[in-house]
């Protein structure tokens, strides 16, 4: 990577281990127009949900640094839940950018659950994060918050956006714990970006009217308070993709990134 002189306005860093955060980029877009986007896909890690909190927060500052010094970031968004959780906000420090992530909506679930029954679905290293169990201990007097743990379910929407079949019996069976309980969840938190990349299947294979939550829309609110977002701007439009391994799946990611209006796909050395 050469470094950059000029300064593009609106340019927005997101990171995700891998491309759970084509989610909230996919939101961000269709809301606020005139901005370049950097995505960073950290494949040759992925998925994140099985490392340890101590490797993320250390991967993070080195990926942070690099593109910092070689790009000048409006602001960066973790788009990873697990990431956010391990690393925010003491990541902060040592940044003067603004830096948002993506947390699951508990809070939230709670004001919309009818039956105080809730599903939580996020990776491992989020569900055993301190400020995840705390809150879950914080409710459990009123609410019971079920919790499904599950890198396969990462796998498979990963598979599918690649434009890959996946089995549905597959993904029932991740819930299998779930058909056991007296009372369903009526409100599931999708704990982590890949999540709505299967949305509809969850619908076909959980009992109607469930009341799917994910972390869009208070990304757009955080958004707005940390970027002076200015839609008159015109700025070159060079919306950039980097990814950290190349493997057997590469030709089929830069497709899709190409296919939403990314003109540079390049691996980032680190």
């Known amino acids: 990577m050469k470094k950059s002189f000029l300064k593009p306005q609106n340019t927005i860093f997101i990171f995700d281990s891998g491309l759970g955060g084509i989610t ?3 939101y961000i877009k269709n809301i606020f127009f ?8 950290d494949n040759k890690y992925f998925p994140y949900g099985n490392k340890s909190k101590n490797f993320i927060f250390q991967r993070l500052i080195k990926i942070l640094k690099k593109i910092s010094y070689h790009y000048n970031i409006s602001l960066a968004i973790i788009a990873c839940n697990t990431a956010s959780v391990s690393s925010l906000p003491k990541i902060r420090n040592y940044f003067t950018f603004p830096i948002i992530g993506v947390n699951p909506v508990i809070n939230l679930a709670i004001k919309k659950t009818q039956n105080n029954v809730i599903g939580l ?3 491992n290293t989020t569900l055993r994060n301190d400020k995840i169990q705390k809150t ?6 009123k609410y019971e918050i079920k919790t499904i743990s599950s890198s396969k379910l990462v796998l498979l929407a990963e598979k599918k956006i690649l434009g890959y079949d996946i089995i549905i019996n597959e993904i029932k069976k991740i819930f299998k714990p779930w058909y056991a309980l007296k009372v369903f969840p009526d409100t599931i938190v999708l704990g982590c970006t890949h999540f709505p990349l299967i949305l509809n299947e969850l619908k076909i294979i959980l009992p109607q009217k469930i009341c799917f939550l994910d972390s869009k829309k208070n990304i757009i609110l955080t958004f707005k308070k ?9 700025s070159r439009k060079k919306n950039i993709v980097f990814y950290t391994k190349k493997n057997k799946y590469i ?3 830069k497709n899709l990134f190409f296919k939403k209006n990314f003109t540079v796909f ?5």
């Open 24 to 26: 909230i980029y996919n």
């Open 34 to 41: 005139n901005i370049n986007f950097i995505y960073l896909l």
């Open 121 to 123: 679905l996020a990776t």
């Open 136 to 141: 879950i201990h914080f409710f459990k007097k």
């Open 226 to 234: 940390n970027m002076n977002y200015n839609s008159n701007i015109l």
């Open 251 to 253: 030709k089929k990611i």
């Open 266 to 270: 390049s691996n980032f050395i680190l």
